[in-house]
């Protein structure tokens, strides 16, 4: 019986490590950084002298907070008629959030309030904003010649080099989720969030399953046809190499610097269309041996396509080559 008090006891502790006493919290309605099918995502700011002295879940960005003094935060919270299916969908997305680890290209949580009525996830700041948006915002400012001069008009340019950083970034973070059996499912420059030093992290967990449990049923609505691989189109199967297919398709964003996939084709006929054969082609800015490989990714056997070790090693080898 005491056993059973002390793990009641470890599990409230935990429980405690992650909540945020809401007053601690600013929220800035005004500034909205994210809008989902159920909830949105606003900018706050984490109250307290010092972050350190506070006890808060995630040490590795306590460490970080230590020396950002505006101590910004993102703040995920549902919509205001929210359903109770949405409600569980947010609180699903912050349990798994807890599991998760600290990985340098991987969002970080920071931590929850869930004492009131309404659940909110609170997790790192990126001022850069997603991926996808960044690259439309730059798309006449890639540099091809690492050496020009940068318009005054932007804030800054992107080169060939960069875009390979980023590809590099994004397969170490799912080096590591793929590492715990996490297979994230939602892989996609729009789920790429980009901090203001330029580092790349995989955000959006709320598509992400333990490996096991990956054949859970989904809403086909939710589900993103166009990044998805052909065995998950057909028999919803989900497994790290899926991953791989849609890190494919990430790559195909990022070269094209944010063009849409496949635009021609409607949702419906993708799987008609990629069992004829049919795949993304090369972007003019992708190097020829990167597009070889993701060629591979795409490949029909999903154990013909490489792995994310495999991915990352060859990244290394490209940018050293760039260099
Ligand atoms: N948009 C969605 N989530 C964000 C975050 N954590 N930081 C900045 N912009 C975001």
Redesign the pocket.
């Known amino acids: 019986e005491y056993e059973n008090e002390k793990v009641e006891f470890d599990k409230l502790v935990e429980f405690d490590k992650w909540e945020i006493p809401i007053n601690d919290l600013l929220i800035d309605k005004t500034t909205k950084?994210?809008s989902g099918a159920f909830a949105s995502?606003y900018k706050g700011y984490l109250k307290g002298k010092n972050p350190l002295l506070e006890n808060i879940g995630n040490i590795h960005f306590a460490l970080e907070m230590a020396e950002n003094r505006d101590n910004e935060v993102?703040i995920k919270m549902l919509h205001t008629h929210a359903d109770d299916e949405s409600r569980t969908e947010l609180k699903k997305e912050i349990a798994f959030m807890k599991t998760l680890g600290y990985h340098p290209h991987v969002?970080s949580m920071i931590g929850c309030v869930s004492s009131i009525y309404e659940p909110l996830l609170i997790?790192?700041?990126?001022a850069n904003?997603?991926l996808l948006t960044l690259l439309r915002r730059h798309k006449d400012y890639i540099l091809v010649d690492p050496e020009a001069d940068c318009p005054a008009q932007a804030d800054f340019c992107l080169t060939i080099k960069d875009l390979l950083s980023f590809s590099w970034q994004i397969s170490d973070g799912l080096v590591y989720l793929s590492s715990k059996n996490f297979i994230h499912r939602d892989i996609a420059c729009r789920n790429v969030?980009i901090t203001k030093r330029m580092v790349a992290k995989i955000?959006d967990f709320g598509l992400c399953r333990y490996s096991q449990e990956a054949l859970y049923t989904t809403k086909v609505g939710k589900l993103p046809i166009k990044w998805m691989a052909i065995e998950a189109l057909k028999l919803a199967e989900f497994t790290s190499k899926s991953d791989v297919w849609s890190y494919g398709v990430l790559l195909f964003e990022l070269f094209s610097v944010g063009d849409t996939p496949y635009p021609s084709i409607s949702p419906s006929d993708m799987l008609d269309f990629l069992l004829q054969g049919n795949r993304l082609p090369k972007p003019e800015l992708c190097p020829e041996e990167l597009y070889n490989m993701m060629q591979t990714m795409w490949d029909l056997n999903p154990d013909s396509r490489p792995t994310f070790e495999i991915i990352r090693k060859n990244l290394s080898a490209f940018l050293e080559v760039s260099s």
Request: aromatic residues 8%.
């Open positions: 950084l994210g995502v993102a969002l997790v790192e700041y990126c904003g997603d969030l955000s």
